[in-house]
């Protein structure tokens, strides 16, 4: 007969063998439904709103506004928790030959994953503190991290705009 420790630890051993398996059956299903997925969105840039230099040598800021048209539908399954979308703006300068900077993020909780084609502002403002932003090439790219579950953060890159040039003067 064997003793209490004994069944104890073998009833451990098979619930996390079941554990385990059935996780990495949830992270495949969650990378093959990633591989079928098909998200379609549309990013346009909308207008310079505003577009100033900040006191004291502190830099840019500037207010755009951009239109977002996406269905993310297909990015759903049942081991995502949620989806981060976020709007990169990358441009060159003199001093830095690659720069981005996000300009706009959302969470996207399921049931919520269809955004119409209506101005968007970057709520998080477009600051550039070391060059300026004069006569730059801009482009908007929409990207989203798909957050399972369970397993691995995938990364997606959803459209982006065409170059966008900004003026040689600020508009206040």
């Known amino acids: 007969m064997h003793s209490i420790s004994v069944r104890c630890n073998?009833?451990?051993t098979t619930c996390l063998t079941y554990l385990i398996f059935l996780h990495a059956i949830c992270i495949l299903y969650g990378w093959v439904n990633h591989l079928k997925s098909r998200p379609q969105a549309v990013?346009?840039?909308?207008?310079?709103?505003?577009?100033?230099?900040?006191?004291?040598?502190?830099?840019?800021?500037?207010?755009?506004?951009?239109?977002?048209?996406?269905d993310l539908q297909s990015l759903w399954n049942l081991n995502v928790k949620y989806v981060y979308l976020y709007l990169v703006a990358e441009y060159s300068s003199p001093r830095f030959p690659w720069?981005?900077?996000?300009?706009?993020?959302?969470?996207?909780?399921?049931?919520?994953?269809?955004?119409?084609?209506?101005?968007?502002y970057n709520t998080l403002g477009l600051?550039?503190?070391?060059?300026?932003l004069r006569n730059a090439s801009l482009v908007f790219r929409l990207e989203a991290d798909i957050?399972?579950?369970v397993g691995f953060?995938?990364?997606?890159?959803?459209?982006?705009?065409?170059k966008v040039r900004f003026p040689l003067e600020y508009t206040v």
Not at 46 to 65: C, H, M, R, Y
Not at 127 to 132: A, G, I, K, P, W
Not at 153 to 162: I, N, P
């Open 43 to 70: 990013v346009s840039f909308g207008n310079l709103v505003s577009w100033k230099k900040l006191p004291n040598q502190f830099g840019e800021n500037a207010v755009v506004t951009f239109q977002l048209d996406a």
């Open 127 to 132: 600051h550039n503190y070391v060059d300026t």
């Open 153 to 162: 953060v995938f990364h997606t890159t959803l459209g982006q705009t065409d």
């Open 10 to 12: 073998l009833l451990l």
């Open 99 to 120: 720069n981005q900077v996000t300009v706009w993020d959302r969470y996207v909780e399921r049931g919520s994953s269809v955004f119409s084609a209506f101005p968007f």
């Open 147 to 149: 957050i399972p579950f």
